[in-house]
């Protein structure tokens, strides 16, 4: 997931859809372009492995996205929310949120 959450910062539209399950492409395509008018780094990321919820992997990320639109700063912290990876040729990929209880 760390992969993916820089991918997303950076912008990186490609990048983000090939770490991402074909279900998810759509949605990670949009979180990319969120990023792409706005200077966004990330402080503290880092991701384990939680449990799973069926076939997903659930990965719990800690860090907080710092991104700066329009000269204010806003933090957007990573931790609350459940990355949900499915194993798709072969890899496993992002396939969305869910809420960490």
């Known amino acids: ?11 990186d539209e490609v990048e983000v859809i090939n ?26 990321l880092a991701c384990q492995g939680t449990g799973s919820d069926g076939e997903a992997a659930l990965i719990a990320c800690s860090g907080t996205i710092l991104a700066v639109y329009n000269g204010e700063q806003q933090e957007l912290p990573l931790e609350g929310r459940l990355f949900r990876a499915l194993q798709e040729d072969g890899e496993w990929k992002m396939c969305g949120y869910q809420q960490d209880p």
């Open 1 to 11: 997931m760390e992969a993916y959450v820089n991918a997303l910062i950076a912008g």
């Open 19 to 44: 770490l991402s399950c074909a279900a998810w492409e759509a949605q990670a395509a949009t979180e990319a372009a969120s990023f792409e008018s706005v200077e966004v780094s990330v402080d503290g």
